[in-house]
């Protein structure tokens, strides 16, 4: 089974037991606050069944997120899960200010009811049972770094803790201080509002595609400049599509190297990073050319181009002039155009001056001219 395979099964087991253990204990507590007239542990109850929405949007978010790239979608379906956290922390934000609501609107007209016992066993039951979700959850999420099932464990860690201002609550208010059972409902929503903000932030900074962590991305700079023949980095670009990293790189190398040689440098760093560095996604090697090199090669021919015409009365006229890099040699190429009745010893006489003055200028070049009637 490879690592995305075992990524998807964990994942929506991780869900379905988020599921289930939410859905039996939000009929649990919200019975239990209906029954024995607890504010605190119907807001608690409620809040469970938030838990239920988060770990269904969850397990649909990493079946999406799993799906192959296709024509619509060339970067895949990463995104859904930072979608489905986003979807989680709205909830929780409007889960939150209707709570609040009751439970202020309680305090406030002086609502004076003692909670039965029941919704004090469903508050320890509630606390034990979340926290151990909470454990399972967060370790498969930061595992396989899936953002939703992340936000789910967060969402269960959120019920535990505010089953904890609900049992004070409550047994506050079973000895005689009623105003704590809506007070702790009141709590209750202060957990939910702040767990939304904590899944709300990395989901908004995923679909902003905000960069990667700085030591990632150097990390990256110190592969990349393990390769032989890599001048420089240009340019670095990071962002994060659901568990998987994309890379955008731009690398200088010596403007002489052939394409072919271009493309081995750039397969191996793909090598290397892929190696190095895990859960890499979409990764892009841009090579440029250095631009250092081309000055100097545009000053070179402009010194041969000066030479030649300082000797422009022994030949009629030259072109094709470059320059060539082999391995950690240079070469002039050019061809001179003479006229038709020169002798073959004056024809050399002249290469030979041009060759001498081009290498006084220029000492570790080779010199290579091709001569031609006109």
């Known amino acids: 089974m490879n690592s995305s395979e075992e990524r998807f099964r964990k994942s929506k087991i991780a869900s379905w037991i988020g599921i289930w253990a939410s859905f039996f204990l939000t009929l649990f507590k919200i019975f239990a606050g209906i029954s024995g007239r607890s504010q605190a542990m119907l807001s608690d109850g409620f809040h469970s069944l938030s838990d239920i929405f988060a770990n269904l949007l969850a397990l649909t978010s990493v079946k999406i997120s799993e799906k192959p790239v296709d024509k619509e979608h060339p970067y895949g379906h990463g995104k859904a899960e930072a979608i489905a956290a986003l979807s989680i922390s709205f909830l929780l934000f409007g889960i939150s200010i209707v709570l609040a609501y009751r439970a202020l609107n309680a305090l406030f007209l002086k609502i004076k009811i003692v909670p039965g016992l029941l919704p004090l066993v469903a508050a320890l039951v509630s606390i034990s049972v979340n926290e151990a979700m909470f454990r399972y959850t967060y370790y498969i999420g930061k595992k396989f770094e899936n953002l939703a099932v992340l936000a789910s464990s967060y969402d269960h860690r959120a019920d535990a803790l505010s089953s904890i201002p609900a049992l004070i609550g409550i047994a506050g208010a079973r000895f005689g201080y009623t105003f704590l059972d809506p007070l702790a409902g009141f709590a209750v929503t202060l957990f939910i509002f702040g767990m939304g903000i904590k899944i709300l932030r990395p989901s908004l900074r995923e679909l902003m595609d905000t960069s990667l962590p700085e030591d990632f991305i150097e990390e990256i700079r110190k592969v990349t400049l393990s390769v032989e023949r890599v001048r420089r980095i240009d340019d670095i670009k990071t962002r994060r599509m659901g568990w998987r990293n994309s890379i955008d790189l731009s690398v200088e190398i010596d403007a002489h190297l052939s394409i072919e040689e271009g493309h081995e440098i750039s397969n191996q760093i793909e090598k290397l ?5 895990k859960n890499i996604g979409n990764l892009m090697i841009h090579i440029n050319p250095g631009t250092e090199r081309r000055e100097e090669e545009n000053r070179k021919l402009e010194t041969i181009a000066r030479i030649l015409q300082q000797h422009y009365q022994k030949f009629v006229n030259f072109h094709d002039l470059s320059i ?24 050399h006489r002249v290469c030979d001056h041009l060759e001498r003055d081009i290498k006084r200028e220029l000492p570790n070049f080779k010199v290579l001219i091709h001569v031609e009637p006109t």
């Open 273 to 277: 990073l892929l190696q190095k560095l």
């Open 324 to 347: 060539v890099r082999k391995g950690n040699e240079e070469q002039v190429y050019l061809h001179l155009a003479m006229a038709k009745k020169i002798s073959v010893a004056e024809a």
